[in-house]
Structures are given as structure tokens and as C-alpha cells.
């Protein structure tokens, strides 16, 4: 199997135009299963709508033909899809998404821990790439942590190989780093400024701090209950000139400045509203709210930045705005949120309305 593979659905380009379709490409969109004629939004009316429902994605149903509504191709994609996708074809879909992250271009990188690999949603190409390999041809693990690097480059930590891998736009290994340091890398995050890429070693209970190149120039905190210290750090955000991390067995988030010192912490074990018991994902926008998944009761909370809790969205189920066991969060240049819905296997995405402050 080639480490970077693009899915059949990006070949049904090239299929149409052989049955005479020759202006026929693909586009991508967010599917929406609600069925429903007015938006959802969060909160309910007659509050002010903060969130609106945007879609989901999926996999290759994200995927059409421009001219899809054109009887005469709907026909001729019937009967590709009846003999393309068999019963010795299985449909290519995300599995349990982890984490993800948006590049400049709008291209959307899902890790997939259950698939082991990178799902790559090519808005601008119109296709869906799955990228498996990691190093030597071997597959990747556990992909968890992704963020941009330097160099136009993608980082993906996968906690079972221990390592960072480095990968270019067409997801081939360039480097990697870490394997000798690292017990069980989770989280990612990068300070594009200073070139500092920010790794959650959950195992050993730290977050390690390394320069583009792969070297370690500092290691932030040890196990413990104290400010500064961590049990059990998974996920991480790195936004204004902070880093954000999910202090997961201690039921809380910590804010250190760029260099590591501790600045702030909010969250506590509980059974209100607001309340972490096991935060994972964690995410900033451009209003400076903070984003915080709380896996255990399916929820995303919404934090303004002092900590306060703004929102909560979710509750256990497959409908819309409902969540089984999410795990990561993340945000684009648009202010779109993104919540990977691990067990529903698929990507949520809401749009953030306005500011909260």
C-alpha cells in the first residue's frame, strides 16, 4: 500500500472525462445530516446565537463532482461507484479521529488513531489523501498530536513510536525527531515566532520543548498536583504568545508564557457545569475564548480567558451538537471550530458567530 495514498474518489475526475465529461472535478463539502431548513445554533433562541452548525466530515462522502446535480453524470457516477465500490471495497472513512489542525490553504489534517494515518481533506484539490506510513514504509501507531511546522512541513506525534515525525505537503518523511527523548508523545503545538515546537509527553508527566531541527532546548514541569506540574498532559494549544495545556488527570488547563513559565490554571474535578473531569482537546480564537473538550460527559465547554465558563455544548449521542467521547479540538483562520467526535467517527464544525468577551 503507498504511504501516500489519494483515494479512489479523486480519480473519478479522470473517469468522467473518458465518458465524455471533460469539465467534471471534484469539490469538497461539509455534509449535514440534520435535514434541517433553520440553523442550529448554540445558545437556543431567544439568546444571542454564538455558534452556528456548519457540517461534518467524514470521509470520501465529503467528496462530489461540480456538475453532481447533471442527471446525465449522476447516472455515469452510479455506475462507476456500483462497480468501484464492491463488496471487496470497503468506503474510506474516519475511524476514530484524534486531533487535527488547518494550514493557510484550507486543507484539513485529521489524525485517525484507529486507522493509524493521516486523513488530509484537500479542499483546494478537490481530493481526499489517507497518508499510513511513518518511518522506513512501516505504518503509523497511534497518530495523536498534529500541528504546522517549519518549512511548510506537518508533525504528527504518534505515542506508540514515540517520536515526531516531520512530513512534506505530500505527507513523505523528511526527519524526525525525538525517539530518544520521548516516552509517549501526545499533544502538539508550535510558537511559529520563536520556532519552538511544544510536545506533551504524557507518560513522563512533561511538556518537552524542541527547536525546528529536532533538538530539546527545555522541558517544562514533573508529576505533581502543584502549579507548573502535570498528571497525565495530553493536548496543547499555543496561541498569543501562550501555550495551553490539558492537564488531564489533575482535571484542569495550565497557561505558560513561550518560555515556559506558568502564568494561570482553571478547571477543577466536579459535577457542575464547567466542571473538568477528563479534559482532552483545548483550542484559543481569535476573541482569546478558550476551547476545552470534557470527554467524559461528551461535552465542549467554552471558556472566556480568565476561565470563566461562557457555554456547553454536546451531551452524549449521534445527533447534531451531540458527542461520543470527543477527543480534540481545533480552529481555523475563520474562527471555524472543529471537534473530533471519536467514536461517532467524524469531525464536527461550527462557526463562531462573534465575540464572547
Not at 464492491?86 to 474510506?92: D, H, I, L, T, Y
Not at 478537490?126 to 517549519?150: C, D, H, K, N, Y
Not at 504524557?202 to 502549579?227: M, P, S, Y
Request: charged residues 20%; hydrophobic residues 40%.
Amino acid at each position: 500500500m503507498n504511504s501516500t495514498r489519494s483515494l479512489h474518489i479523486a480519480l473519478l475526475g479522470l473517469t468522467l472525462h473518458m465518458a465524455g465529461c471533460a469539465e467534471t472535478h471534484m469539490v469538497m463539502n461539509l455534509t449535514d445530516p440534520s435535514q434541517s431548513v433553520a440553523p442550529i445554533v448554540w445558545p437556543a433562541p431567544p439568546d444571542e446565537p454564538r455558534y452556528r452548525y456548519v457540517g461534518e466530515l467524514t470521509g470520501e462522502d465529503n467528496f462530489r463532482p461540480d456538475n453532481w446535480a447533471n442527471p446525465g453524470n449522476a447516472s455515469k457516477l452510479f455506475d462507476w461507484l456500483v462497480g468501484l465500490t464492491g463488496s471487496n471495497s470497503q468506503p474510506v472513512v474516519l475511524q476514530r479521529p484524534q486531533s487535527g489542525m488547518v494550514d493557510a490553504e484550507g486543507r484539513i489534517y485529521v489524525t485517525d488513531i484507529s486507522r493509524g494515518a493521516v486523513f488530509v481533506f484537500d479542499k483546494p484539490a478537490g481530493q481526499l489523501e489517507v497518508w499510513e506510513a511513518a518511518r522506513g514504509g512501516a505504518r503509523f501507531v497511534s497518530p495523536i498530536g498534529i500541528t504546522q511546522g517549519a518549512r511548510d512541513e506537518i508533525l504528527v506525534a504518534d505515542a506508540d513510536l514515540r517520536s515526531v515525525f516531520r512530513l512534506d505537503r505530500k505527507g513523505k518523511l523528511v526527519g524526525e525527531f525525538g525517539h530518544d527523548i520521548l516516552e509517549r508523545p501526545t499533544g502538539l503545538a508550535r510558537d511559529a515566532q520563536l520556532g519552538r515546537v511544544y510536545v506533551a509527553d504524557t507518560r513522563a508527566h512533561d511538556i518537552k520543548v524542541f527547536d525546528d531541527d529536532g533538538h530539546l532546548i527545555n522541558v517544562i514541569g514533573q508529576r505533581g498536583e502543584a502549579d507548573g506540574e502535570f498528571n497525565f498532559p495530553t493536548h496543547l494549544a499555543f496561541a498569543a504568545g501562550k501555550l495551553y495545556v490539558t492537564d488531564t488527570l489533575n482535571s484542569r488547563i495550565q497557561i505558560f508564557d513561550a518560555d515556559g513559565t506558568w502564568v494561570a490554571k482553571f478547571g477543577k474535578l466536579g459535577l457542575n457545569v464547567g466542571n473538568l473531569v477528563r479534559p482532552k482537546g483545548v483550542a484559543v480564537d481569535s476573541a482569546s475564548n478558550i476551547y476545552v473538550i470534557e470527554s467524559l460527559y461528551d461535552n465542549l465547554l467554552v471558556f472566556d480567558n480568565q476561565g470563566r465558563t461562557l457555554l456547553a455544548l454536546g451531551g452524549s449521542g449521534k445527533k447534531v451538537g451531540e458527542f461520543y467521547l470527543p477527543s480534540g479540538v481545533w480552529i481555523d483562520n475563520n474562527d471555524q471550530v472543529y471537534i473530533a467526535d471519536m467514536y461517532n467517527g467524524r469531525i464536527t464544525v461550527l462557526q463562531f458567530l462573534g465575540t464572547q468577551q
